[in-house]
């Protein structure tokens, strides 16, 4: 499966495909950001996997700068996939994927019906 548009909770979204390349940089983030102003959207959806651990680990400022560029261009975000032992494993990170979760541009949720849930309150 490749990138691209699907409807979740009603919504339309992109999709970033789980066997697609790391968004490693805020370069990937913006070949992201063009093809969702390409298809009309403004919800995006990456899968845990995608993520390299450097994003994981806040202080290389990977996660900061890469999530930073998708709300400056008006996106919302959410990761898909479970990232408990991540979060277990670092106080910090822990910390930021709650603080994210309370907020309206970019969610962390362990799979499709949780970020379906997560739409319908918005």
Known sequence: MSDGVVEI??????LCAEA???IASEREAADII??????GVRLVVIPAA?????FLDL????????????VNYGRHV???????????ASRALGDFIGESNRGRSVWFVSDRAALEEKLATL
């Open 20 to 22: 697609g390349p790391p």
């Open 9 to 14: 909770a009603g919504r339309r979204a992109w």
């Open 59 to 70: 202080k290389s400022g990977l996660a900061g700068a890469v999530l930073q560029k998708f």
């Open 78 to 88: 959410a990761i898909l996939g479970d990232l408990g032992d991540a979060a277990r």
């Open 50 to 54: 995608r993520l390299p651990d450097a």
């Open 34 to 39: 063009g093809e969702t102003f390409g298809a």
